[in-house]
């Protein structure tokens, strides 16, 4: 309740929240208090649902079944394209805090070699891969490029730039195909993060998923050798690439592939040369079938 003596029910919750084992728990507030900003005191707090007194049991219990409810839709994982990006706004809109959610987001499609964003832009949307390859780099001082990251389906971009008090970006993102991608509104990225604290940690975690890969890369490149870190790179771009009725093609210049092994072209082509003749892979100029991705991960160990 809100009225409550010695601590108020907005005390309460402020101390719940601040605790790791108590943060997840669903907070409903029962009030007598009905005026609109009572009620967004609450929802700015973090509560879930608000009940007026006086209220029938049934409108309790309504309430406790549909909050449990969106929470077990919110567990599950959407399909990384644009349907699953589309189920994910339309249940995330299902919470009152959040019904404000863009119904619709605007398409585009950007060709081979464009840019989505270059480094030093300011950052104008969240971007969500619905298809396409996407590479991230950097430029050093002298001119040489650095592949930070591959992004792929299901994969979001540009939301660090959102995130900086500068709204620059710190990368550039090129497609290495014909991408489609939905752009997302920054109002739509910080309604997610922070207008329904559920939203927000399924939301996160979303948005994590690649720079967990990111991590590993560098960890990759501190720890592993050459053939380990190649081999590791074709695995995974294997994984997000379109599979042929046999064997998986990853369309990729030696270029992109020595970025993202922290390596140099001229080792990357030694390698590359070594899988063909152990029958691991086969070359066709730009595209590399993986011929046997059982011996090609043991490569990796």
Sequence with gaps: DIMMPGLDGYGVLHILSKRSKTAGIHFIFLTAKSEKTDIRKGMNL???DYLTKPFEESELLDAVVTRLRKSNQLRQEYAP???????????????????????????KTYQKKSDLFREGDMGQWLYFINQGQ????????????LVTGMSGSGDFLGYMALLD???KHSETATALEETEVSLIPPDDFFRLLYGNREVAGKFIRMLSHHLVEREE?????????????VAAVLLRLAETQVESEEHPVITLTQRD??????????????????????ELINIDRMKITVLDKVRLARATR
Excluded: C
């Design 46 to 48: 973090g509560a879930d």
């Design 134 to 145: 996407v590479k991230t780099h950097k430029t050093s001082e002298d001119g040489k490029e």
């Design 217 to 229: 890369q560098l960890l990759r490149i501190a720890y592993h050798s050459v053939r380990q870190r």
């Design 165 to 167: 008090d500068k709204r």
């Design 81 to 107: 394209n644009s349907n699953g990006l589309d189920q994910f706004f339309q249940e995330a809109r299902a919470f009152a805090d959040l019904k404000d959610l863009s119904a619709e987001r605007k398409l």
């Design 257 to 278: 592939l020595a970025g993202l092994a922290g390596t140099v072209k001229e080792t990357v082509t030694r390698t590359l040369a070594d899988f063909k003749d152990e």
